[in-house]
């Protein structure tokens, strides 16, 4: 009698625990949504700067392979069109190759009669004209990656303000689960507005060193087409020498 009572004790037991189990288990079972809920209103301006770093680091990537260019192989091209005499094909291959160092040789190849200053200028100044576009909505980037840690830290106060106003109001007869919203909201939005900065901050200088691999071609390739322009030139200047 006595056994049958020990293995009903302990049959209840075992249920309780189960029952207890279960329930854990659905609180764990909480939605990324529901959890993102308990960082509070200021999950609003985290949310809306996550997505605006998404769009920036999507348009600048797609962007930057957009404007590679094989260098080599199109400087060749506009070289041979310009020894043929053929301006206007050059320009007319320029404008059908929508890319920086096109445009930039552009400019450069409408200032062909004048002096090579002139034409360097053109150069010049259609170059800074790319980097610009290149670098285009990069200080977004890096302001999100400074911003959104700042919006976290704020939630972590706001949320122990929350918290201690919870124990002042209940003057000290508290248990964990009454701090729990306070809690809740101080470490979400601090870990959110963590992740959001480092994503941003890691993709800026990614991207950063990506432009400036960039510019530093564009660079040479400009010199290497100015080169180009003058090699005619320092030609015939031998040839003169050789007949005097």
Not at 134 to 155: H, Q, S
Not at 158 to 173: K, P, V
Request: hydrophobic share 45%; glycine share 8%.
């Amino acid at each position: 009698m006595q056994a049958l009572f020990f293995l009903l004790i302990q049959a209840q037991t075992d249920t309780t625990a189960a029952d207890t189990l279960s329930m854990a288990a659905e609180q764990e079972q909480m939605s990324m949504f529901e959890l993102l809920a308990e960082g509070g209103v200021l999950m609003i301006p985290l949310f809306i700067l996550s997505i605006v770093a998404v769009y920036v680091i999507a348009e600048r990537w797609r962007s930057l392979n957009n404007a590679r260019i094989e260098i080599d192989g199109f400087l060749r091209t506009v070289e041979s069109m310009l020894k043929d005499g053929d301006r206007q094909r050059a320009l007319t291959y320029c404008d059908g190759i929508d890319k920086p160092l096109a445009r930039i040789l552009k400019a450069g190849i409408r200032r062909l009669g004048r002096p090579i200053r002139d034409i360097e200028d053109a150069i010049g100044n259609a170059g800074k004209k790319e980097i610009y576009h290149l670098e285009k909505r990069m200080n977004w980037l890096a302001t999100i990656a400074g911003v959104a840690p700042l919006v976290g830290f704020t939630g972590t106060v706001t949320g122990m303000i929350e918290a201690f106003m919870d124990i002042q109001s209940l003057q000290g007869n508290v248990n964990p689960s009454v701090l729990a919203g306070g809690i809740w909201e101080a470490l979400i939005t601090t870990a959110t507005g963590l992740i959001v900065g480092i994503i941003a901050y890691g993709f800026y200088n990614f991207l950063l060193g990506k432009i400036n691999r960039m510019v530093h071609e564009l660079e040479n390739a400009s010199a290497d087409f100015i080169d180009l322009l003058q090699a005619p030139s320092n030609k015939k200047e031998k040839e003169r020498e050789k007949v005097g």
